[in-house]
């Protein structure tokens, strides 16, 4: 026969969240109330659900970490803010008022930075499609220009004959950093001797001001060791051009790449714990920088394009839970207003998200999907929360990087993105769309314009 248990006596004890007890380790969640201050509850009702918030502080503090962390570093440190990342004119200006110049990877990109009121020498175009007519305003507008192939060598060369200018260029370079598969794709390769020889083809041109060197080795970088050997290359890049031909460089550009604190699928350890700091990637890259030279004066500036890093957790989605429901299997489903037309990088992070109030200790899995009457629309696959109900609100977290310029029209309209100002004022930085902002580039054929049901 088996022992008898011992009796006790049923008693109330008050458990400390998050230490383990008897009943094993409560996974209470702390809701996430207030946003800089001002509670989420107010954000929803004055401007609506689901609504993007920017923390105004909250860029403004990483850029300025990330600036002090490589200036204590290396003398000469210039950020360009990378327009893909998130390109709002308010977040744009944010990073200018800060001092960090313009890096953009089209002519529309360009224009949205000069009507914002950048100069062109201050802004860094990059990316494989620059037009004719991007790149004869570039030129004229003395825009450092990031050459990315051949073809745009040679165009850039018959556009400054044309002009009688000179322009302002630099090459992109790709390489082995020990990271695969390799980011080749763009720009000129350093092993195969490709970047020297486009560098050679430079140098002999009367037409082309060489000033820098740049690469971008990829993006969510998780180690930061590749930087160190992309530095390193780079480095012996404009050795070699000051060594040959008294090339002294403006400037060498570690492009952006460092990853941000947002836990990839798949990936067990939360990123906090497996993401080098800011301070290892700085380590990384101004370490081989201070090999160049050794006086501040022959030392050429370095120039980051650090996107996603600088702003994910500037960044939070606010949504309301539409239904919960039980699938066929059992388990739980939660069905929020916030799909992956607006939350694209659901595809391959699992965002943080909390409850946005005081809800019930017990937890259970459950599967979040957005409202898209598409089966893909899947925000999170399986996570734990507590009970919700229809109305609760849920913040999503890290989402200030490619959310609002990935994100999609598609089956329904586009939500109010807000800035939370210094001062704890809340400012509409993107207004929500209606179906007249759609609809005004569609033309409808006179004949198609009647119909009888
Ligand atoms: C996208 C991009 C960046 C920014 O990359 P992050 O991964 O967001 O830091 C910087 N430079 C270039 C050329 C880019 O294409």
Redo the contacts with the bound molecule.
Sequence with gaps: MADKKIYEKPIITKHQSGMINKFGSSPITTPKTEIDGVPVKDLVEQFGSPVFVMSEKQIRNNLKNAVRIFKTRYPKVQFAW?Y??NYLNAICSVYHQEGSWA?V?SGFEYEKARNLGVDGKHIIF??PDKSEEDLTRAIKEKAKIHIDHADELYKIIELCDKLNLKADVAIRVNMDTGIYPKWDRFGFNYENGEAWQALKRIVISDKLNLIGLHT?IG??MMTADAYRVAANKLVKLAKNLNDQFDIKLDYIDL????ASKNTLIGQYLPAEEVVPTMEQFADAITSEMLEFASTPDEMPTLIL?????LIDDAGYLITKVLATKRLSTGKRSIVIDAGVNLLFTSFWYKHKILPAQQSSVQSENATIYGPLCMNIDVIRDDITLPALKKDDLLVIHYVG?YEVTQWMQFITLRPNVVMVMEDGSVEIIRDKEVVEDIVRKERLPEKLKKFKL
Aim: aromatic residues 10%; charged residues 20%.
């Design positions: 990378s893909k990342t890096e990877v990059n990316g971008h993006t969510y492009g952006g790449g460092f394009e650090t996107g996603r890093a990087a």
